[in-house]
């Protein structure tokens, strides 16, 4: 049932709250139990300041489907845009166990978690999102500054190392600064004190 929910997911994305409640409505015509489609419709009603009718479809869909990570993730959502960021980040994790490798959950946790200063918890967020996608410079320099932000000096510059490591003058899509860049993050990231 995963496919269902990407129309509504698409409008809403777009901001396109009208039609989204119309592709969920029609899904929920046919299988009206359905968890996910039930949580982003009520994530849409929340951003068409129907927010109370929206957070309550938000935990039937819940409900319905406690193992998604959809559900759990569209939770979060709502607790993020209350300013509620510990719940958030409690859904957010919730939605992990489910898919651990769901990428747009782990970047929102992570942004959260530096959002509360939870540098330890960031910088393994980081670590993870790295592993997923490692051929990602930002991915590298994410997690070389979220070591760096919770006082890992060592691992920062060993991260930045194994990235500058990994370069390869034959690489065409390299631009011939960024090694020079490179070089300057890490003169950075070992000269300036955490506070």
């Known amino acids: 049932h995963l496919f269902l929910t990407r129309p509504t997911q698409k409008f809403y994305e777009l901001k396109q709250y009208k039609k989204g409640i119309k592709a969920a409505d029609a899904i929920l015509k046919v299988f009206p139990d359905h968890g996910e489609t039930l949580a982003m419709k009520g994530l849409t009603l929340s951003c068409m300041d129907q927010k109370e009718e929206g957070v309550e479809l938000v935990r039937k869909g819940l409900r319905k489907d406690p193992r998604s990570n959809v559900c759990w993730h569209v939770y979060g959502l709502l607790y993020r845009a209350d300013h509620n960021y510990v719940e958030a980040i409690k859904c957010y994790r919730n939605a992990l166990r489910a898919d651990k490798e769901n990428l747009q959950v782990l970047r929102d946790l992570s942004f959260l978690q530096i959002q509360m200063r939870d540098t330890k918890g960031y910088a393994e967020t980081r670590r993870q999102i790295l592993a997923l996608r490692p051929s990602n410079k930002?991915?590298?320099?994410?997690?070389?500054?979220?070591?760096?932000?919770?006082?890992?000096?060592?691992?920062?510059?060993?991260?930045?190392?194994?990235y500058a490591d990994s370069l390869t003058d034959e690489d065409p899509t390299r631009a011939p600064y960024e090694r020079s860049e490179l070089i300057l993050c890490v003169f950075v990231f070992v000269c300036s004190p955490v506070h």
């Open 138 to 162: 930002s991915h590298w320099l994410a997690y070389a500054a979220a070591c760096h932000m919770g006082g890992d000096m060592k691992t920062s510059t060993r991260v930045l190392q194994a």
